[in-house]
């Protein structure tokens, strides 16, 4: 800046001695002082311009600098945000993945269960079958008992054995030859 105003106040003086010594008449002098001073003080305005705007600029660069550090600021949350995002997703996939186990797991224990209850009611059917016949030999055994001791008392008495009574048998567990033999004792 110092330069500049240095060569034009050097010019500014040579063109006033050019002028002055050549003979150039006072009015046209003066014109072109005038003009010189108009043109100085256009230049000084444009300074002060170039100044303020050099102000402006600088304090945009500025904007531009904060507005650069928040855009990196943004992007590294971004990044972040996307890498969590990639290990939530796998670890939502992999929470998936074991519920599917587990709801695999759940049909074949279901399965398990259902299948060992039916096995159960089996069991059951063939208890109360097991019961009811030993409840049925229980009372035959009962009947051959009898029978033993009253052949027993017989011996010992050396009597001739007694009849022994006939076991009545269910209905349903007389077969054709034991009907037949019913019939033609009676």
Same mark, same amino acid.
């Given at each position: ?40 003080? $256009?230049?000084? &305005?444009?300074?002060?311009? =170039?100044?303020?705007? $050099? &102000? ?10 904060? &507005? ?7 992007s590294t ?11 939530t997703s ?17 049909a074949t224990?279901? &399965? ?11 069991? $059951? ?26 052949? @027993? ?25 034991? =009907?037949?033999? @019913?019939?033609?004792?009676?």
């Open positions: 800046m110092r330069m500049k105003t240095i060569a034009m106040t050097m010019a500014t003086g040579c063109a006033l001695v050019m002028l002055t010594g050549c003979g150039v008449p006072k009015e046209e002098f003066e014109a072109k002082v005038g003009e010189l001073n108009t043109a100085w003080t $256009e230049n000084e &305005s444009l300074k002060g311009k =170039i100044t303020d705007l $050099e &102000s402006l600029l600088n304090a945009e660069k500025a904007k531009v600098s904060a &507005s650069r550090i928040e855009l990196e600021d943004a949350r971004i990044a972040a945000s996307q890498k969590k995002e990639a290990e796998s670890a939502l996939a992999d929470e998936k993945a074991k519920v599917a186990g587990l709801e695999k797991e759940l224990s279901k &399965s398990a269960t259902v299948s060992a209850q039916a096995g159960a009611a089996a069991l $059951e059917a063939d208890l109360a079958k097991l019961q009811d016949e030993h409840k049925k030999l229980q009372v035959r055994f009962e009947q051959f008992d009898a029978n033993m001791k009253a052949l @027993d008392n017989a011996a010992q008495q050396g009597v001739a054995a007694p009849k022994a009574a006939p076991v009545a048998k269910p209905a349903a567990e007389k077969s054709a030859l034991d =009907i037949l033999n @019913d019939m033609g004792t009676k």
